[in-house]
């Protein structure tokens, strides 16, 4: 009694102590990062206050430059170079060098840049969501859902956890190798490729650099060239964070430029991470093949959201507005698919017209807006298409977002919240990916029905399920072939960064996130050593030794039986046998044959 109340006494002491070092903060350095020349405070150099004319067509995907502006105003930004090949290889050729010295780091280390960029980050929300919203034209506080929020996220995951996904796993050696140990080791790959989109510029290159880098990667970055301006800004938060602990200057690169830009990042890293279209990606696919690297590919996205009969339509028309507005608006491919229970069809269309009608659509940082710009250049022209391909066979459109005060130059970077009613999978409306405000909704009966509709799609991102039964929820959302699954919410399973994120189908294959995202970045070898060594060593048994004994296969017989037989006195019967043989192979009489 009294060694177990001793033992209790020591882990309340213990549980005491671990409470009180949580409350000592740990010592992090701050670091200064110069936002003067991407502050907009209204005394802009005369050269960059013009408005900027974007180029038609294939002439904005190249050139030695790529031209940067505000897609919610077409205020001139600056541009940046448009890297060639040999100057890219030339980047990789940098990284690579100093990937050699940071393998070599600790993970107390590693965890210090992330604290130090987690700080950083914390206290300077507001800049990088300016930031973020001049380049794409997305609200601040969509920004601070997408960029921030996930980021802080995965950060705080990989402190957490990172360290033990990547120590060696031991594994069981099986009936043969009793006598082994078996582990599986996490090493680094190298050199990472990334290869990223526009949509959220901030955690797009924060999201692929975390991963390479804790797992003892380097990494390059090729940022969109829609998004360029903001993260030539954010590369220098790492670079900061990088010299704040020592680590090599050159462990984290950021290039930009166009298509033979991404081509030459392809064909010199040891991995690839794609975020953007299926084409892109199966050209990514292409060229990888000729190095033999892996590949991760996160591509478009069409999800299901289903809303059953038995739900608060209040809540979910809630969610289903922030669906549209925020992911599929400017920032994801969200959720592009409405299914909802004809039951309350009526009910659910109503309160997302309501919604849909008060919201407004401006440049987010000239006023409260409900809604930015789309950021890529004449989308709304395929937006538009979509939607007249709906109308022209038979939807109906029910209710539009306004505008509010939109400078001449900037109305086409706008496109309405827009909610249509009638529509069917023949329309292009719900086979393409829109990547636009539009919230198309289709009535269904049953659950066999909205399953069959869900999968009725070339993508396979992601889907969310809606019901007052749970279970229900489950089960619909299990039958959904898709990476990803949300149930009573849409969203939720990329904010748990201890989940692997990524689709099938035309929306990809490979995942980031989780602990498999973490060591996609790394080489997985599996080591077997001996339990016991140097006392017990493999040895070879006399009847399979060389010259193969003239019983040799029935030794391997009598040992496959005894280890795998199904019966245990089978099994004991051939171990008989096997103990038998290898006696016989080593008595004197069976020694003086073989010599023979």
């Known amino acids: ?156 995951w990989l402190l957490s956890e990172g360290e033990q996904w990547l120590k060696p796993e031991y594994r069981s050696s099986g ?57 030539c800004f954010y590369f220098r938060i790492i670079q900061s964070a990088l010299a704040a602990i020592g680590a090599p200057e050159d462990l984290v690169e950021v290039i930009t430029g166009f298509a033979e830009t991404g081509e030459a990042l392809v064909s010199s890293v040891d991995k690839v991470i794609f975020v953007g279209s299926p084409g892109v990606g199966k050209m990514i696919m292409r060229n990888a093949s000729d190095t033999l690297i892996p590949v991760t590919l996160e591509l478009g996205g069409k999800d299901a959201f289903i809303m059953c009969e038995d739900v608060d339509v209040d809540h979910v028309a809630q969610i289903a507005v922030r669906a549209v507005l925020q992911s599929s608006g400017q920032n994801c491919a969200g959720a592009e698919r409405f299914y909802v229970h004809r039951d309350v069809y009526a009910t659910f269309v109503s309160k997302v017209t309501k919604i849909i009608k008060s919201v407004t659509s401006g440049p987010p940082l000239a006023g409260k807006y409900d809604m930015g710009a789309l950021c890529m250049h004449e989308h709304s022209e395929k937006l538009e298409s979509l939607v007249n391909d709906a109308l ?66 070339k993508y396979g991102l992601g889907c969310a399920v809606f019901s007052g039964n749970q279970t229900r929820a489950r089960e619909i959302a299990s039958q959904i072939h898709c990476g990803v699954a949300a149930i009573n919410d849409f969203a939720a399973t990329y904010m748990c960064q201890s989940l692997p994120f990524g689709g099938v189908k035309h929306s990809g294959f490979g995942r980031f996130g989780g602990a498999e995202g973490l060591r996609a970045c790394c080489l997985v070898k599996s080591v077997v050593e001996d339990r016991w060594w140097p006392f017990i060593k493999t040895k070879i048994p006399k009847p399979i030794q060389y010259p193969v004994a003239e019983n040799g296969f029935e030794f391997q017989e009598s040992l496959v039986e005894a280890l795998y037989g199904l019966n245990i006195w089978d099994r004991l019967r051939a171990l008989v046998n096997v103990l038998k043989m290898l006696t016989d192979q080593n008595s004197p009489s069976s020694s003086k044959k073989l010599k023979d």
């Not at 200064?32 to 960059?48: F, H, K, M, R, Y």
């Not at 706008?414 to 329309?427: A, D, G, L, Q, R």
């Open 392 to 457: 022209d066979k038979g939807a109906e459109i029910v209710a539009r977002g306004s505008f509010g005060h939109i400078g001449e130059d900037a109305v086409d970077q706008f496109f309405p919240p827009t909610v249509i009613v009638n529509v069917n999978h023949s329309m292009r409306l719900m086979q393409e990916e829109a990547f636009g405000p539009i919230m198309p909704i289709m009535k269904f009966s049953s659950d066999e029905e909205v399953i069959k509709l869900a999968n009725d799609s």
């Open 1 to 156: 009694m009294a060694l177990w109340w001793s033992l209790l006494v020591l882990a309340f002491a213990y549980a005491i102590c671990r409470f009180l070092l949580m409350l000592i903060p740990p010592k992090v350095p701050s670091i200064d990062v110069d936002a003067s020349d991407v502050l907009d405070d209204g005394n802009q150099a005369q050269e960059n206050s013009f408005i900027y004319v974007p180029p038609r067509g294939q002439a904005q995907q190249s050139g030695k430059k790529v031209q940067c502006y505000e897609p919610a105003t077409m205020k001139y930004l600056g541009y940046v170079p448009a890297l060639t090949p040999t100057e890219v290889k030339e980047q990789v050729t940098k990284v690579r060098k100093a990937q050699k010295m940071w393998a070599k780091t600790s993970f107390k280390q590693r965890r210090q840049f992330l604290r130090i960029l987690l700080q950083y980050i914390i206290r300077h929300q507001a800049l990088i969501c300016e930031i973020s919203s001049r380049d794409t034209g997305k609200t601040m506080v969509d920004a601070s859902l997408g960029e921030i929020m996930t980021t802080c996220e995965k950060i705080n």
């Open 175 to 231: 009936r043969s190798m009793l006598h082994k140990r078996a582990r599986v080791e996490f090493h680094p790959l190298g050199v990472i490729g990334a290869i990223v989109s526009w949509n959220y510029p901030f955690h797009n290159i924060f999201n692929p650099m975390l991963a390479a880098l804790f797992s003892g990667n380097g990494i390059v970055i090729k940022i969109s060239e829609h998004a360029s301006w903001s993260g």
